[in-house]
């Protein structure tokens, strides 16, 4: 089949990946100049299927509530904020019923262990290389996070994740450059979890899915998606139309706005986070892989010959506009837990990028209802840790194939309940 795939993320570059290697002729078409531009940029880089659960939560309207009073808390709405983003609120706290939560739930862990299956697969057969590193460590500053980590932790024994509650000696061993000045009342580890660099994953394997045949064509801002002829592409700028016998929509936060067009109505919003990565200035000073601050929900990855700190969620803004007290946050973990891993005089990178969200958790993977028209979108905050199994997932549908995993709640049928 001859197939358009709208958008050169980690979710766009997978798809092509799949689709080209099942034999279809593929083009992707990006407005950037590159791919992985966007919300793909610079993440955390966390690959922990057991922690890939809804941020529509129970008891998520407290948290919220109580980060919005602290200084350092990792949620915060910011002004101006659009109507949009009201009805997506709005959706959100319907998502956060318990019975919602564990279906959501279900469904995200489902596709986040097959994801990593599909990632390792891939990874072996190409030998790629992208600054990977094995094991995750949540770091738990108090007895109180102790207590309060513990259905969390029911969760990932119901997921299958391998685990286990350490002590903080046992953690320092684990990552020795841990500062020992920060009290740290124990940490939970997850060995086969990992982090690596997204971007870099989706540069690679671009260049392979363009060695099987797959074309990219960047600065190519594609208009919204016509009612007339859906599988037909154009410019935003205006261009004859060229035809597809299949368009897979993988544009992140945009993919709302190519699909209106077609009655499809996606309750996308972004979630804003930061990430700042540095070069390492002491490697026996940094991380070995990838912890997370329970208490601040900020990520700090080692990544090749530099560290990532990311974190924040922040509904409503400017897309553009860094915010100074989510930076200065991402600062202050990294120096109470890492001091003198990076150098923070030059070389440093500041990032604000938006999670593409739907209001109550998992991605919509599949047939659009319209003949022809795919959608694989609304990855979140965990696109990376989803991504490969996605594209799969699109890739057997697409050919009629019966796909690895249960697909019960990820189709857009969901969205219309
Ligand atoms: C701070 C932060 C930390 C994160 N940490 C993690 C993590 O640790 N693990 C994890 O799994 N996930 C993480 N995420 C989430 C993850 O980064 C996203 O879910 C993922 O990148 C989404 O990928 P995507 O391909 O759907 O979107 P994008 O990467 O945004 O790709 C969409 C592409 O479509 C293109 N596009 C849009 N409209 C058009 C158009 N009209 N024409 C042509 N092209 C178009 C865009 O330019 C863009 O390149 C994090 C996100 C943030 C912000």
New binding site residues.
Partial sequence: MKIAI?????????TAWELVSDGHEVSV????GA??????????????PGY?TPWAAPGMRGKVLRSLLSSHGAIKLRWPLSSRDLSWMSRWQKACKLETYLANRARMQRL?FYSRTRLHAVTEARELSYERSDGYLVLLRSKREKKLVQPGLEVLRSAGSVFREIDADEARLIEPALNPDTPLAGAIHLPEDE?AN?RQF?LLLKWEAEALGAQFHFN?????LSRAAPTSLTL?SGSDALQFDAIVV??????A??LRPLGLRIPLAP?????VSAPVREPLNAPRS?VMDERYKV?I?RLGQRVRV???AEIGGSPDAMSPAAIQTLYKVLHDWFPGAATLQSGIQQ???????LPDGP?VLGASGIPGVWL????????????CGSARVLGDLIGGQDPGIDLEGLGIERLSL
């Fill in positions: 709208v958008g050169a993320g980690i979710v766009g570059v997978t078409f990006e407005r950037r791919a992985a531009e966007e919300a793909s940029f610079a993440n955390a880089g966390v690959l922990a890939v986040a982090v997204c989706a190519c801002d594609i208009a919204p935003a993988c544009a992140g936060l945009s993919s706005t190519l979630v804003y986070g930061h990430s990838a990520a990855s990311a974190g924040s990032w604000k990028g938006a999670r593409p969200m991605p694989n979108l609304g990855h979140g905050s965990s696109g990376w840790a989803l991504s």
